[in-house]
């Protein structure tokens, strides 16, 4: 079964706080990638980031990190020093060669970042 | 270049009539989806078109949804005597070819209320 699940429904934090963003994934291919997006009020999702299950590699986007551990079939993402323009639900997406293209969405964490 | 375009943003109808909502892909993306999100949920997979293969339909909640797509380009989803639970906002995300590595685009939704 593929599966990505955001246990986290809600976080606050207060500006310039660090947050991490929580994303468990299930599947059986062996070859697949996953995603984040941004949904800010406006309510278009933005693509943020892609990983493949090969490349392990933490990666940094100014204040973006993105943590990938396939021993626990995580991929977390941390905002470090928090802003208001970060309020928005976050998506974590899974999508696996052998599942005929389809995406699959966890159920999103709301970030509202207190000034 | 422009991205993915749906039209019309706002669909305020009432109770049993048709709405046709529409989606403008991003030129040469050969996949394309169509996403429901009820106010404060994730996001529900409708249907998906790649190509001129037949589309996965697997995710359309009844046989009043349908969706076409013509030419391999603009696609209509289409909502018959649509209920009051049918309001949502109505995503569509196109994505480059078949590659599990493609991102989807998102357009802006259409905010569907059936009164």
């Known amino acids: 079964a593929q599966k990505v699940t955001q246990a986290q429904t809600e976080i606050s934090v207060v500006e310039k706080e660090d947050v991490t963003l929580d994303c468990v994934y299930e599947?059986?291919?062996?070859?697949?990638?996953l995603f984040w997006y941004k949904q800010p009020p406006s309510g278009e999702l933005v693509f943020l980031i892609r990983?493949?299950?090969?490349?392990?590699q933490n990666e940094i986007s100014g204040r973006y990190s993105w943590n990938f551990q396939k021993s626990t079939s995580s991929f977390n993402f941390t905002i470090t020093a928090s802003q208001v323009v970060d309020s928005a639900v976050y998506f974590c997406?899974?999508?696996?060669?052998?599942?005929?293209?389809?995406?699959?969405f966890g159920t999103g964490t709301s970030l509202t970042v207190i000034p | 270049g422009a991205g993915v375009s749906q039209s019309p943003s706002n669909k305020v109808t009432e109770k049993g009539k048709d709405v046709e909502l529409r989606c403008d892909p991003i030129?040469?993306?050969?996949?394309l989806y169509w996403y429901r999100q009820s106010l404060g949920q994730g996001l529900e997979f409708l249907i998906y078109?790649?190509?001129?293969?037949?589309?996965?339909k697997s995710g359309l909640p009844s046989d009043r949804f349908s969706a076409e797509r013509t030419g391999g380009s603009v696609s209509t989803l289409t909502i018959q005597r649509t209920q009051q639970e049918d309001s949502a906002v109505y995503l569509c995300?196109?994505?480059?070819?078949?590659?599990?590595?493609?991102?989807?685009?998102f357009g802006p939704g259409t905010r569907l209320t059936v009164l």
């Open positions: 599947t059986r291919d062996t070859t697949y990638y």
């Open positions: 078109f790649q190509g001129n293969s037949a589309p996965d």
């Open positions: 997406a899974l999508s696996g060669r052998d599942t005929g293209n389809q995406f699959y």
């Open positions: 990983r493949n299950s090969f490349d392990e």
């Open positions: 030129s040469g993306h050969t996949a």
């Open positions: 995300a196109s994505r480059l070819g078949q590659g599990v590595f493609n991102e989807q685009f």
